[in-house]
């Protein structure tokens, strides 16, 4: 079945540490997203990449870094800059970007938590 | 700027209907999208308004009123399992991404 597989499922940094958040997607999307979720908050986007090799910032992208070296692959890196990082992590894909009329699916994300 | 408001939380009973209201202020509008969100779950993709009226689909209908700046998602013959978040998206081309602007999302919770 084709779908979205973001890994781990739950992920504890400790201070001053760098952690990586996975998300693989093996629908054939050029499209990805990494958005950030709070309680009582909607979802935020940090990075999308719309091609391989390009990835632009999103509304929240400080503390974050991406890479998109491959289509099927889009992981986020959450730095020791991003000082408040416990939330729920969502990694979505599209099959196009701007101007598509399908929906972005979603991953069943990964919710880090400070140690 | 964009902005989206949802109600927070919404409380309805098993087999009966319930309206979800959403409305948006953009600076361009292309398309409107309803996701569900169990809770600790992925958002999963429900409908898609474009043009105005309202789309059908089993349970689930969705209204849109561009002029309005308003769209509405109907539930009905609720089940438990309906008891869940709803996300309403907004896609403005002006925006970044593919331009896609959430709500916080309505909180329902349905009773026996």
């Known amino acids: 079945d084709g779908g979205i597989t973001q890994s781990p499922k739950y992920l504890f940094r400790k201070e001053g540490q760098n952690v990586t958040l996975s998300c693989e997607q093996n629908?054939?999307?050029?499209?990805m997203y990494w958005y950030r979720q709070d309680p009582g908050q909607g979802l935020r986007l940090i990075y999308y990449?719309?091609?391989?090799?390009?990835?632009q910032k999103g509304d929240i992208a400080e503390g974050y870094s991406v890479s998109r070296e491959k289509k099927e692959s889009f992981p986020l890196t959450v730095t020791s800059a991003q000082k408040n990082p416990t939330a729920f992590y969502l990694c979505?894909?599209?099959?196009?970007?701007?101007?598509?009329?399908?929906?972005?699916?979603f991953g069943d994300g990964t919710r880090l938590s400070i140690l | 700027g964009q902005n989206i408001d949802q109600p927070t939380e919404m409380t309805a009973t098993e087999g009966a209907i319930v309206q979800i209201n959403c409305t948006y202020q953009?600076?361009?509008?292309?398309?409107l999208f309803w996701y569900q969100q169990h809770a600790g779950e992925a958002p999963t993709f429900l409908s898609y308004?474009?043009?105005?009226g309202l789309e059908e689909k089993g349970r689930f209908s969705s209204f849109l009123s561009r002029s309005k700046g308003y769209s509405y998602l109907l539930l009905k013959e609720l089940q438990m399992k309906d008891s869940a978040s709803y996300l309403c998206?907004?896609?403005?081309?002006?925006?970044?991404?593919?331009?896609?602007?959430f709500g916080k999302g309505t909180h329902l919770i349905i009773q026996p």
């Open positions: 979505a894909s599209s099959p196009t970007g701007i101007g598509s009329n399908q929906p972005q699916h």
């Open positions: 629908l054939n999307h050029d499209a």
């Open positions: 990449s719309q091609i391989v090799n390009d990835f």
């Open positions: 953009t600076s361009g509008f292309n398309g």
């Open positions: 308004n474009v043009l105005d």
């Open positions: 998206a907004v896609r403005d081309p002006g925006g970044g991404a593919d331009g896609l602007t």
